[in-house]
Each structure stands twice: as C-alpha cells, then as structure tokens.
C-alpha cells in the first residue's frame, strides 16, 4: 500500500500564489512519477503537472508558464507552485503517483485532493 497525503490548498485571490506539497509513503521500492491533476464538478480530472524520477515535466496547456512542479525524491515529496492565479483554476487538485511496491507490482495511488479556491 502507498500514501499520499497533500497539503496547502485554501482560497487566494486572482492573480495571487499558492504552494502545494505531496507526500508519499508507504511499500515504495522505486518512484516512477508524481504529479498533480485537477478536477471540477461535472468535469474530467485533467492533469496539471507530472515530474518523473529523472526529472522531466509535463504539464497541462492551461497551467503552463505559471505553475511549476518539483521534487524531493530522496523524501518521496512532489511540490505545486501557483503563480498568477486565475478563478478558473478553482478546483480540487489531486496529487498522483506511479511506483513500483517491494514485488514489483505498479501502483497508481492517488491523494485525497485538495480544495484550491481563486476569487476575490
């Protein structure tokens, strides 16, 4: 079984930061991905940012060049930095993973989510 647990979502104003951050734990043998993905009622899920084990991102058309992914992989830790917020980016963002457990076996755990609100 993997965890993650997410924290530093809440309410900011347009055009305002946030920071969010992604922990795993649990049977990781080796750590493939994390990343962030988001999800408003009545929408698809859709990814925001995904940062592998060496390093390399993707992220989401509507988040590029203001949203920046990175890792502690040592800590099994993913962060989410926000800039310049938009109301449209108002959703539950959920922290994903992709690891191998200790018999090999890939798992796709993902977090609980949490709340990001962009209003004045």
């Known amino acids: 079984q993997v965890q993650l647990v997410e924290s530093g979502g809440g309410l900011v104003q347009p055009g305002g930061s946030l920071s969010l951050s992604c922990a795993a734990s649990?049977?990781?043998?080796?750590?493939?991905?994390m990343g962030w993905y988001r999800q408003v009622p009545g929408k698809e899920r859709e990814l925001v940012a995904v940062?592998?084990?060496?390093?390399?991102?993707n992220y989401g058309d509507s988040v590029l060049g203001r949203f920046t992914i990175s890792r502690e992989y040592a800590q099994n830790l993913v962060y989410l930095q926000m800039n310049s917020l938009k109301p449209e980016d108002t959703a539950v963002y959920y922290c994903?993973?992709?690891?191998?457990?200790?018999?090999?076996?890939?798992?796709?755990?993902w977090g609980q989510g949490t709340q990001v609100t962009v209003s004045s």
């Open positions: 994903n993973a992709r690891v191998y457990s200790s018999n090999r076996e890939l798992l796709d755990p």
């Open positions: 649990g049977d990781i043998f080796r750590l493939i991905s």
């Open positions: 940062i592998t084990s060496g390093g390399s991102t």
